[in-house]
């Protein structure tokens, strides 16, 4: 009974995943915790998680391996792309994914701990290079947890298992004031306790060798991975003097420009009261339109992009239509600033571009213009 009533339950769930994803006019970026779960496990399956090695550490999808969005664009310290608007040279890229024990044949699926961003780094790196079998976890580790039943399983215990600790605990305490008659029975309470909580204890170690979600260091073989040149996608890069000339056009005509530049940041990087210490100065590109990565990200729902309705109305109000060729930028392009860039990308917009080299470059160059 069971066992059936979490197949319908899943059933359920898959079904409202398929309709939440059938709303976006682009349905192949996308792929839901219920329809990730099978495929984990599988050789031809790589999970790129895009959070940083000690997130990955407390916890990844069971499998997968690491990659950091954040290191994953190339620059020196003051801000140099040597191969822009490329995130990294080809043959420093191609190393980059082989080491992961990625090979072109197998699917990549990023993923982050819900928010987004980082996961759409991995993608918008993956993609620029031409990767063919490439999807974004909508929902991320968090979806995964949601959807394992063994998680579900291995928290009931785990609450249990506070709960007798706690009893235990408070025993202990009564014990220390307790007559003679009491103690008896307050010793009998915490050793009941105890063994309860080591049955509690191997039943969780038991149930933690079938968690989707792990604990650990990644482990991984190397592979060679090649990168065609004629494949890479250029239409969904950019690099500082193709920014440069969409930020001319914007002053110049204002709203009525051909262009959109987004800046993802926060508040406090964009007025240049904080900044990264390996960038010169702080500030934004001037005419740039402010639309903070979190407006797009559902954070309520623990999951990665917001309906098509809500982000679709989100970018009307600030008038990015379709029509206009969108570059956004970030601190270093793959975070903040592809998670925009997906979002268009799942909307159906064509003309969008991540800047790859973003603040890390546009603020170290001092041949370009800021403002605060």
């Keep these: 009974m069971n066992r059936l009533l979490m197949t319908l339950c899943l059933a359920a769930s898959l079904s409202a995943a398929n309709i939440l994803a059938a709303d976006y006019a682009n349905k192949d970026i996308l792929i839901s915790a219920e329809e990730a779960v099978t495929l984990i496990g599988n050789p031809k399956v790589m999970f790129v998680s895009g959070d940083n090695e000690d997130i990955y550490k407390l916890g990844h999808?069971?499998?997968?391996?690491?990659?950091?969005?954040?290191?994953?664009?190339?620059?020196?310290?003051?801000?140099?792309?040597?191969?822009?608007?490329?995130?990294?040279?080809?043959?420093?890229?191609?190393?980059?994914?082989?080491?992961?024990?990625?090979?072109?044949?197998?699917?990549?699926?990023?993923?982050?701990?819900f928010k987004g961003p980082n996961a759409t780094g991995v993608y918008s790196f993956f993609d620029s290079y031409g990767h063919?079998?490439?999807?974004?976890?909508?929902?991320?580790?968090?979806a995964i947890m949601a959807a394992d039943p063994a998680q579900k399983e291995y928290d009931a215990l785990n609450k249990d298992l506070k709960a007798l600790t706690k009893v235990q605990k408070d025993t202990k305490e009564k014990l220390k004031t307790a007559v003679n008659a009491d103690k008896v029975t307050l010793n009998a309470s915490i050793a009941q306790a105890q063994?309860?909580?080591?049955?509690?204890?191997?039943?969780?170690?038991e149930v933690e060798k079938r968690l989707l979600v792990v604990k650990g260091d990644e482990s991984v073989t190397a592979?060679?991975?090649?990168?065609?040149?004629?494949?890479i996608k250029y239409s969904v890069i950019a690099e500082k003097n193709e920014v440069k000339h969409a930020m001319e056009d914007i002053l110049k005509n204002g709203k009525n420009s051909k262009f959109v530049i987004i800046d993802s940041r926060g508040l406090a990087?964009?007025?240049?009261?904080?900044?990264?210490?390996?960038?010169?100065?702080?500030?934004?590109?001037?005419?740039?339109?402010f639309i903070e990565w979190s407006q797009i990200s559902d954070a309520d729902k623990k999951m990665s992009f917001k309906?098509?309705?809500?982000?679709?109305?989100?970018?009307?109000?600030?008038?990015?239509t379709k029509?206009?060729?969108?570059?956004?930028?970030?601190?270093?392009?793959?975070?903040?600033?592809?998670?925009?860039?997906?979002?268009?990308?799942?909307?159906?917009?064509?003309?969008?571009?991540?800047?790859?080299?973003?603040?890390?470059?546009?603020?170290?160059?001092?041949?370009?213009?800021?403002?605060?």
């Excluded at 020196?76 to 980059?96: K, S």
């Excluded at 063919?132 to 968090?142: M, S």
């Excluded at 990087?269 to 339109?289: F, Y």
């Design 61 to 113: 999808i069971k499998g997968s391996v690491e990659m950091y969005a954040h290191h994953l664009h190339h620059s020196e310290i003051d801000g140099e792309m040597h191969c822009a608007p490329l995130y990294r040279c080809i043959d420093d890229a191609e190393q980059t994914i082989g080491k992961k024990g990625i090979s072109n044949d197998m699917t990549v699926i990023a993923y982050d701990d």
């Design 132 to 142: 063919k079998n490439l999807k974004v976890l909508n929902g991320g580790r968090a």
């Design 195 to 205: 063994n309860d909580m080591t049955a509690l204890k191997a039943k969780m170690a």
């Design 223 to 231: 592979k060679t991975y090649k990168i065609d040149p004629k494949n």
């Design 269 to 289: 990087e964009i007025i240049g009261e904080r900044k990264m210490d390996n960038v010169a100065r702080g500030g934004h590109i001037p005419g740039a339109t």
């Design 307 to 320: 309906s098509a309705d809500e982000i679709q109305k989100i970018y009307d109000s600030y008038g990015v």
């Design 323 to 372: 029509d206009k060729t969108i570059y956004a930028y970030c601190q270093v392009g793959a975070g903040r600033g592809s998670e925009h860039i997906t979002a268009f990308q799942l909307l159906g917009y064509k003309n969008v571009k991540v800047f790859t080299g973003s603040w890390d470059v546009w603020g170290n160059d001092m041949n370009l213009p800021i403002k605060r």
